[in-house]
């Protein structure tokens, strides 16, 4: 990258070719070559890299859940969900999915959908650190729906 920032093309496209030669699935050495390759207009090449890791993308839970948080922090929930939804469709052993659906539910007020994707985040975390987190969640979230029902 440095080598394209500094605008020394020829030996940036070498270093990206060689990058994709040890290691074919290096998407970042592709989408630089990629961007390389529309800033010295060859726009038809760029192009058709940029689709080939779009393909990639798609089929990658995680990306769907770096997208899901990406909608979920500029508030649009919809977005969000199906973006969770799908990385859950993708990988349903993945808690990062269920914790965005959980957040997404709780900002929303859809207190039982909340918990139940929180359980389910819980139940699937694989390390005690998270799932320590979760049960704290759900803890608070126990106290806050007892407090709702209190008022009512």
Request: net charge neutral; no cysteine; hydrophobic share 35%.
């Amino acid at each position: 990258m440095l080598l394209r920032l500094t605008n020394l093309y020829p030996e940036a496209e070498v270093a990206y070719q060689y990058a994709i030669t040890l290691d074919a699935d290096n998407n970042t050495a592709l989408g630089n070559l990629a961007l390389l390759y529309n800033l010295t207009n060859r726009e038809q090449q760029g192009n058709a890299i940029l689709t080939q890791l779009d393909k990639k993308r798609q089929t990658n839970p995680y990306y769907h859940i770096s997208l899901g948080n990406d909608a979920y922090a500029t508030g649009r929930y919809e977005d969000a969900i199906a973006h969770f939804k799908k990385a859950r469709t993708l990988d349903n052993n993945l808690h990062d999915s269920d914790f965005g659906l959980a957040r997404i539910y709780f900002q929303l007020g859809d207190l039982k959908l909340a918990k139940k994707y929180l359980t389910m985040a819980n139940n699937k975390a694989d390390f005690d650190h998270d799932k320590q987190r979760y049960e704290s969640k759900l803890q608070a979230l126990r106290s806050h729906t007892a407090k709702l029902t209190d008022y009512q």
